[in-house]
């Protein structure tokens, strides 16, 4: 691809003063996808001017490269404006760029630390759009590149190389998935490992490894509150706060709520069978209250406790929690009214 010399000494030179200049917040070489305007290095200013940013062919196997990736991926359509479909391509001429540089200097590193910078920004860029979608985009966009690799090199050995270090970009972006900043409330308290494994999971919609986090913690002896409190209710509340920074979308909120209420769910068989101990708890949300999961979650541990749980759910008119109390005479009843969160017994 990259055969005449002054090519060469050309990414030689972009590529040292690549290692000089990177850094995580801050770009080493001009990117159209942040829309900002960079300074471009001489050599690449050089190169635009001359030939109108990329050669031909250069150009044209981008374009196969873009057309394939949004073939096999349907709902890039939707999510891709005219802007992004300009930015996405203008990105592939300098992933080819970067790879081209670390396979020819053979600096994987060069290149992974560009996939992860560059899916932070894409992430930050596409906010409509939640981290592991992104990474989905970025970690097949690699997939791709990798059957080009021939295409794109001609010798063997670089080939091979090309193919690694897109594997090892393809790795790190799956790591930087995981590496979002989170709250301090998140990090305070027992079994952080376990509650980071679990909102990990939600964040990437894993259900089946959601539910076998969970199980685990169980099977590793935590005992239901713990579950509840330091691995459940922290990972929800995070969910919120990220939701509220705007870092994850609506969707992913709802997914990671009734993903939760699923896994609950599979407690009841166990919660449902202990020793009763004849006292009764009724429980509910009022008015317009939404928020049913953590009501739910104390009757549950009630529940488990021996106490008869009976439990409302969301939304209830005060008028009928008031005959449902008459109905289950219970001997404590909670209920939660709308937000800002309170918690009161109704008698
Ligand atoms: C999931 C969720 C929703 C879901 C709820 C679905 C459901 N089936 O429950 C939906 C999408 C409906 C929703 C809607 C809204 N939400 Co919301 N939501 C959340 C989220 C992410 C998780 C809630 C949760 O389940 N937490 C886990 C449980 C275990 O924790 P918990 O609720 O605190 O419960 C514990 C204790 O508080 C207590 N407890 C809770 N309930 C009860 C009841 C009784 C009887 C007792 C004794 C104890 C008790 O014990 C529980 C166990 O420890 C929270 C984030 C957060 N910080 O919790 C935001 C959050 C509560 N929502 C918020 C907001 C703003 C809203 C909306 C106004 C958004 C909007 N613009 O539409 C609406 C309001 C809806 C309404 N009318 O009530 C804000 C509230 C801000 C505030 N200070 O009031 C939060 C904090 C998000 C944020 N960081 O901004 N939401």
């Not at 952080?192 to 959601?210: F, G, V, W």
């Not at 709308?338 to 109704?346: A, K």
Request: net charge negative; proline share 4%.
């Amino acid at each position: 691809m990259y055969s005449s010399l002054t090519r060469k000494v050309q990414l030689l030179k972009r590529s040292n003063a690549l290692k000089k200049t990177f850094s995580y917040d801050k770009p080493p070489i001009p990117c159209y996808a942040s829309g900002i305007s960079r300074t471009f290095g001489m050599e690449v200013l050089h190169e635009f001017i001359t030939t109108g940013h990329r050669s031909k062919t250069y150009q044209s196997r981008a374009k196969k490269i873009f057309d394939q990736q949004f073939e096999q991926d349907p709902r890039l359509e939707r999510e891709m404006d005219d802007r992004r479909k300009r930015l996405m391509f203008q990105d592939i001429l300098y992933n080819f760029d970067f790879l081209s540089t670390a396979v020819q200097i053979g600096d994987e590193k060069l290149f992974t630390n560009y996939a992860v910078w560059l899916y932070e920004l894409l992430c930050n860029l596409m906010k409509d759009l939640d981290r592991d979608r992104v990474k989905d985009q970025m970690v097949h966009h690699y997939e791709i590149l990798k059957t080009f690799s021939d295409n794109l090199f001609e010798e063997e050995t670089m080939i091979a190389s090309a193919k690694t270090i897109l594997d090892a970009a393809i790795d790190a972006t799956e790591e930087a998935m995981d590496n979002y900043q989170v709250s301090e409330a998140f990090l305070e308290g027992r079994h952080l490992p376990i509650r980071r494994a679990y909102l990990n999971a939600l964040l990437r919609s894993e259900t089946q490894k959601a539910i076998q986090i969970i199980e685990g913690a169980r099977k590793d002896g935590l005992s239901l509150e713990e579950i509840y409190e330091d691995v459940i209710r922290l990972s929800m509340q995070e969910v919120g706060e990220l939701w509220y920074q705007n870092k994850i979308t609506v969707d992913k909120e709802h997914y990671a709520t009734s993903t939760t209420q699923m896994i609950l769910a599979r407690f009841y068989p166990y919660i449902f069978n202990q020793k009763p101990i004849d006292k009764k708890i009724l429980t509910c949300c009022i008015g317009s209250e939404l928020h049913e999961m953590g009501g739910r979650m104390v009757a549950d541990l009630f529940e488990y406790r021996g106490w008869e749980s009976v439990y409302l759910g969301a939304a209830v008119p005060i008028p009928s929690l008031v005959s449902a109390v008459a109905e289950h005479q219970p001997i404590w009843s909670h209920s939660r009214s709308p937000c800002p969160n309170t918690f009161r017994p109704v008698i």
